[in-house]
């Protein structure tokens, strides 16, 4: 039973441009919400959390909107570069105790 | 501050035989995590360890089993494999606190034949 789900598994955005990461989840129980970027061959790396308390955080170029009625979140990254090329992983988790992952959506910045 | 290893990198197995990963967490950190990532299914969590005791287990058989040391390194077993576990383990370790933030390793990479 996948909690969190990533339905995008792709996405292409030009260089310069908005991307927008979906994320969806089903458990009303998450206090907290992260995201990871993943390069080939490397672990994923944390990016940008968000808790339950709040519907925005923000951190340089990565917002990450947060929509508990709708149990949604999304990451907006403004504006988009090559390098943000990778998998990105949305997780939930309650309490800080168990974590549950996104299936990943894989963005490409097309230069 | 040196980062979560793991070794292997990358292991090849057959059916039936049995394989164990190895997880340093980051200097400080007493919890470590278990994940295996398949494509299409994400990160599944397996279980995590914090201070040598399993705190939090995931949903799989009882042919993945793990530990954890004084030194916080830890472990991961799978036995009699079978060819569904090819796939990426990873490990995360965490100051367990707990903590939100996890530090992920490389990964093994396992490929059962």
């Known amino acids: 039973d996948q909690q969190v789900k990533q339905n995008s598994p792709s996405l292409s955005v030009q260089e310069g441009r908005i991307s927008i990461l979906n994320c969806d989840y089903t458990?009303?129980?998450?206090?907290?919400f992260l995201w990871y970027k993943k390069y080939p061959a490397e672990g994923p790396t944390f990016l940008i959390s968000?808790?339950?308390?709040?519907d925005k955080n923000e951190d340089g170029r990565f917002t990450v909107f947060l929509n508990k009625s709708a149990k949604h979140l999304s990451l907006h990254i403004v504006p988009s570069q090559p390098g943000d090329s990778a998998v990105y992983f949305c997780?939930?988790?309650?309490?800080?105790?168990?974590?549950?992952f996104g299936t990943g959506t894989s963005l490409t910045v097309i230069p | 501050k040196a980062g979560v290893t793991q070794t292997p990198r990358y292991l090849i197995k057959t059916r039936g035989q049995q394989v164990t990963l190895s997880c340093s967490p980051i200097?400080?950190?007493?919890?470590v995590s278990w994940y295996q990532q398949t494509p299409g299914q994400g990160l599944q969590f397996l279980f995590e360890?914090?201070?040598?005791?399993?705190?939090n287990k995931g949903n799989f058989p009882g042919r993945f089993s793990g530990r954890q040391f004084s030194n916080s390194r830890s472990e991961m077993n799978v036995s009699t494999l079978e060819l569904g576990d090819s796939a990426l383990y990873l490990c995360?370790?965490?100051?367990?606190?707990?903590?939100?933030?996890?530090?992920f390793g490389p990964g093994t990479r396992l490929t059962v034949t």
């Open positions: 995360a370790s965490s100051s367990g606190t707990p903590s939100y933030e996890q530090y």
């Open positions: 458990n009303s129980m998450f206090d907290y």
């Open positions: 968000i808790s339950s308390i709040k």
């Open positions: 997780a939930a988790s309650i309490l800080g105790n168990q974590f549950y």
């Open positions: 200097s400080g950190h007493r919890s």
């Open positions: 360890y914090f201070s040598e005791t399993q705190r």
